[in-house]
């Protein structure tokens, strides 16, 4: 039995605006405590960093609180069993369709990220074979032979913003992993991946940008942006159907993947689903890695086990897949612990479905819902000391100890991200080669300032000098 697609959304932000005013003014019971007056000081200080007011909150009001931003309040959910209910135990009573998730469609269309329900579970079916342990591991050539393409470029003694060359290097490998493309080629008169950047930089914008709508707007370029783009996706798709032709990446393993009733993607489907993991490897992976580069350099302890363990696992050999998919313990943890300080989908917006009450209070339905696992990686009664970078809060005894709902970096249940093992098998294979041939050493006096939209990430980049291995760089000041 078929599953009817999602029906279409208004991409009108006014119309999303006042959707919000009238949803919380004519809200069937009273919203949770917390800060609700308008206030144009915390809109600002929540766009540009909102750790610090949902931390204060928090600690003010419970686990559960009301926060007015702009136009309209939302409700905010924190801690261990905030994080299971939404995305566990009652999951089913919050869509992230009707969430500021909403956002992303204008590009990424009714991929994994945008949609729900029975369409979502049929569509997680259909990709999740394409996730298995065995094509991941086939992945590993690919990501290996661009990440030494890319650093065979570097210079002992040349600075290099870590993260805009992870972000063209992750780039690189989605587009090669993903679609079978290779990055280097031109489609008439652009390029692929600077096209996707192109796009994508409509999201790096603020509020106030995005919704302009003229023609020499961001949002036109990113429309621009996404036609040249479908063009050849969709081009690729019709080639493809009609050769038979088929590879080892994503989009082919897609084309042949069917539903236990036998029913497979639309050429829509797979261009939308696609698209979502494109937008989701690419910028998880560069944000991520670069966190775990920049707290390497400031922790030369934990980076002195991190290359003990190399050279007792490793020697002069290249790492194999099997070991980077879990041989490696120290680096293993760090990943974890880089993961809980800068979880890259720091936020899960939702919109519930019906009232429900948590940690007595009501939340009434039709509310926006947010969990976040930025703010409730740092509560210090789960992680003490939560802003030390302390790996050893992962070693296995200490990570199953943990309360269920205490580490979601990648959201949890049903909606668990579904690239999670191949964006940490990049991590890993990027960063294990980078270590066993260089040092990266922080500009003196860097300070990392976190950009939260639409993923976190450094938001003036990340400057790092690179020195050959066999020079010991010299120890970083904590920023």
């Not at 261990?80 to 999951?91: D, F, L, Q, R, W």
């Not at 980077?324 to 313990?329: K, S, T, V």
């Not at 302390?390 to 990570?399: G, I, M, N, T, Y």
């Amino acid at each position: 039995m078929s599953v009817a697609a999602p029906p279409p959304v208004s991409f009108s932000p006014w119309r999303r605006l006042a959707r919000d005013i009238v949803t919380e003014r004519t809200a069937a019971a009273p919203l949770p405590p917390g800060p609700t007056g308008f206030s144009w000081a915390r809109t600002r200080d929540f766009a540009r960093d909102p750790l610090p007011l949902l931390l204060d909150a928090y600690r003010r009001y419970g686990p559960v609180f009301s926060m007015r931003i702009l136009h309209a309040s939302g409700v905010f959910m924190l801690g261990p069993e905030a994080n299971h209910y939404i995305t566990v135990s009652h999951a089913d009573n919050f869509r992230w369709r009707d969430g500021s998730m909403g956002d992303l469609m204008p590009l990424l269309g009714d991929g994994m990220l945008t949609i729900d329900g029975d369409y979502h579970r049929r569509a997680r079916r259909i990709v999740l074979p394409a996730f298995h342990r065995d094509r991941l591991l086939a992945a590993v050539d690919t990501m290996t032979a661009e990440t030494e393409r890319a650093i065979a470029a570097w210079r002992t003694g040349e600075e290099v913003d870590l993260y805009h060359w992870a972000r063209a290097l992750a780039l690189r490998i989605a587009m090669r992993a993903l679609f079978g493309f290779d990055p280097d080629r031109v489609a008439g008169d652009f390029e692929l991946a600077e096209e996707f950047e192109r796009a994508l930089s409509y999201y790096g914008k603020a509020y106030a940008i995005q919704i302009l709508r003229g023609p020499a707007s961001p949002w036109r370029r990113m429309h621009r942006s996404r036609a040249l783009l479908d063009g050849v996706i969709y081009a690729e798709i019709a080639a493809r159907r009609r050769s038979g032709r088929r590879g080892e990446d994503i989009l082919s393993l897609l084309m042949e993947a069917t539903d236990d009733d036998g029913s497979g993607f639309t050429d829509r489907e797979l261009r939308d689903q696609v698209m979502t993991l494109l937008f989701a490897g690419h910028d998880t992976t560069t944000s991520t890695l670069s966190f775990l580069l920049y707290e390497l350099a400031r922790h030369p302890d934990v980076l002195g086990r991190l290359l003990d363990e190399q050279g007792r696992i490793l020697g002069d050999r290249p790492p194999t897949g099997a070991q980077l998919m879990g041989g490696l313990p120290e680096l293993e943890m760090a990943l974890d612990e880089t993961l809980r300080l800068y979880p890259a989908a720091w936020v899960g917006p939702r919109r519930a479905v019906e009232t429900f009450e948590f940690a007595g209070h009501v939340v009434p339905g039709g509310m926006p819902v947010h969990y976040c696992s930025w703010a409730s990686h740092r509560l210090p009664e789960v992680f003490p000391e939560p802003d030390e970078f302390r790996p050893s809060r992962f070693a296995p005894d200490a990570k199953v100890a943990l309360p269920k709902g205490a580490y979601v970096p990648f959201g949890g249940g049903s909606r668990t991200c579904i690239g999670m093992r191949f964006g940490q098998l990049e991590i890993r294979t990027i960063a294990t080669l980078i270590l066993r041939r260089f040092r990266l050493v922080l500009r003196p006096g860097y300070r990392m300032e976190i950009r939260q939209m639409p993923t976190l990430s450094p938001r003036d980049g990340l400057p790092m000098t690179v020195t050959a291995r066999a020079a010991a760089p010299p120890p970083a000041a904590r920023a």
